[in-house]
């Protein structure tokens, strides 16, 4: 089982080989996609988006090359548009390039509206008693301890991300800690994607794309499983 990740950017550069190093330790990662033996993973950051793309090509490239990768892997967030639109959006650059993948299955994994999104979802880093003004307003205006984080608007700012982004820190700062794009401290830890899990296991209406990943991660789990007991 080999797998091929794109990523969005910085952050999930450091934050996807934590949560796989939990989720699925068998996958040892490898620098180049060409080193991809067996029971290995290659990720690599798109640089944002729309550059994100541009990697893409090259992945395609890489797979044909390899021909080791069970799957190719799309991270990126939804922005302001919906999930629906981004899955049609990469499958049409597939088509519109003439990218073929052979035998490698494709799966997208949207974070809507964005990782910060997915992260406001561990309701233990919520204080019950917010000292913070900004975090009062930010409260009043939705409660992510309670409400779905992806169903969260924009409060007065021009963009989804940039809000939740704004949240999360003052949430991290309530708990004498701070999270930064290129520093994302617990985001990383096993702890903190266990409670991300146990939210979306326990509230089926909340964090639906951080639960398609996971119940991604699960599948490969039990492909795992299934080729070690064809090799015994």
Not at 18 to 41: F, I
Not at 96 to 108: A, E, S, V, Y
Not at 199 to 222: G, M
Request: glycine share 4%; hydrophobic share 30%; with cysteine.
């Amino acid at each position: 089982m080999n797998l091929y990740f794109i990523v969005e950017g910085e952050t999930e550069r450091k934050v996807y080989p934590s949560w796989l190093s939990y989720l699925l330790p068998e996958l040892e990662r490898v620098k180049n996609p060409t080193q991809a033996q067996t029971n290995n993973y290659y990720l690599i950051s798109g640089g944002g988006y729309p550059s994100l793309y541009e990697e893409v090509e090259a992945a395609a490239e890489n797979i044909n090359i390899s021909q080791k990768y069970n799957y190719l892997i799309i991270c990126t967030d939804a922005y302001e548009n919906s999930v629906e639109y981004m899955h049609q959006e990469i499958r049409e650059f597939f088509a519109d390039n003439q990218l073929f993948l052979g035998h490698t299955k494709l799966q997208i994994v949207i974070q809507n509206r964005c990782i910060e999104t997915w992260l406001l979802g561990n309701s233990k880093i919520y204080s019950r008693q917010p000292q913070s003004p900004r975090l009062l307003n930010y409260t009043r205006y939705y409660d992510v301890s309670k409400e779905c984080p992806e169903l969260m608007g924009k409060y007065n700012h021009e963009i989804h991300a940039e809000f939740h982004e704004k949240y999360l820190k003052e949430l991290f700062f309530a708990r004498n800690t701070t999270y930064s794009k290129t520093i994302p401290g617990a985001a990383q830890e096993e702890y903190y994607l266990r409670e991300l899990q146990s939210r979306s296991q326990k509230q089926a209406n909340h964090l639906p794309t951080f639960k398609s990943f996971i119940e991604f991660c699960d599948l490969v789990r039990s492909q795992l499983v299934e080729e070690r007991s064809i090799e015994i």
